[in-house]
């Protein structure tokens, strides 16, 4: 049932300083039922850990303005400062990756395969605005609450004077899509008798299908081909075509 089988797996046990331990795996298969042809698949639980930046920002300030809802959605002023989170966790991916490579013995030099992969992170860092810190605390939050700093102004009313803008474990992410590539490559002489060189054809490309956010405040989005929301395009390629012998290479992308 077989020409080739093969399992393969690994695990990592990481204890960071600062975010505590981690335990990471994966685990892979590949079938070959005959020599033409390869089935794939991969699944791995990944981490990232908080950088630098995302634990100790030690403080850069600004001033602007939010509505309370405590105060009939009266617009107030306040100083905003985006500092970095020491109790951050790392990020945690389960991803999955099926694919098939095809290799046909009838045309040598051509090979090509699509993977299809789904991420689902859980835990990811991400940061919400002054207004929907004020707003998550309005509605019970008291991680957000505890980003607020209040005060009192010159007509003795309650006012923000400092909100704390932190990224936190709060973001889950899903992307998914497919990859395709393609390549060919053969001898010229093998077409016309005496002719110098090799020549070779490759193309890449992935259809993105998900880019989906959700901060769990904000309305969920999926990006996958909106310019405006800065998310992947709906389809990226790359062709190449190359033409080399022992003195030149050109290459047409």
């Known amino acids: 049932f077989a020409h080739s089988l093969e399992f393969n797996g690994a695990v990592r046990a990481t204890d960071y300083s600062t975010s505590g331990y981690v335990t990471t795996w994966k685990a892979g298969a590949t079938?070959?039922?005959?020599?033409?042809?390869?089935?794939?698949?991969?699944?791995?639980?990944?981490?990232?850990?908080?950088?630098?930046?995302?634990?100790?920002?030690a403080g850069v300030a600004n001033t602007s303005t939010v509505r309370d809802?405590?105060?009939?959605?009266?617009?107030t002023t306040y100083t905003g400062l985006r500092v970095g989170n020491p109790n951050l966790t790392p990020e945690v991916a389960a991803t999955l990756g099926v694919g098939v490579v095809l290799q046909p013995r009838f045309l040598p030099g051509f090979n090509a395969s699509v993977d299809y992969y789904n991420i689902d992170i859980d835990d990811a860092i991400g940061s919400i605005t002054p207004q929907e810190t004020v707003d998550f605390c309005f509605a019970g939050n008291a991680t957000a609450c505890a980003a607020l700093t209040r005060g009192v102004?010159?007509?003795?009313?309650?006012?923000?004077?400092?909100?704390?803008?932190?990224?936190?474990?709060?973001?889950?992410?899903?992307?998914?899509?497919?990859?395709?590539?393609?390549?060919?490559?053969?001898s010229l002489d093998s077409l016309f008798a005496g002719a110098p060189g090799?020549?070779?054809?490759?193309?890449?490309?992935?259809?993105?299908?998900?880019?989906?956010?959700?901060?769990?405040?904000?309305?969920?989005?999926?990006?996958?081909?909106?310019?405006?929301?800065?998310?992947?395009?709906?389809?990226?390629?790359?062709?190449?075509?190359?033409?080399?012998?022992?003195?030149?290479?050109?290459?047409?992308?």
């Open 153 to 186: 102004n010159a007509g003795g009313q309650p006012v923000f004077t400092q909100i704390l803008r932190q990224p936190f474990n709060l973001v889950s992410q899903t992307a998914r899509g497919l990859d395709f590539e393609a390549s060919y490559a053969k």
């Open 69 to 75: 809802p405590t105060r009939a959605n009266a617009v």
């Open 198 to 253: 090799r020549i070779s054809l490759r193309f890449l490309a992935t259809h993105y299908l998900k880019n989906y956010s959700n901060n769990g405040i904000s309305p969920a989005t999926d990006t996958v081909g909106s310019n405006g929301d800065n998310g992947p395009p709906d389809w990226r390629y790359t062709a190449n075509l190359n033409y080399s012998n022992d003195s030149i290479s050109v290459t047409l992308t």
């Open 31 to 57: 079938w070959e039922p005959i020599p033409d042809i390869r089935f794939r698949v991969t699944r791995s639980r990944d981490i990232r850990a908080p950088n630098l930046a995302d634990l100790f920002t």
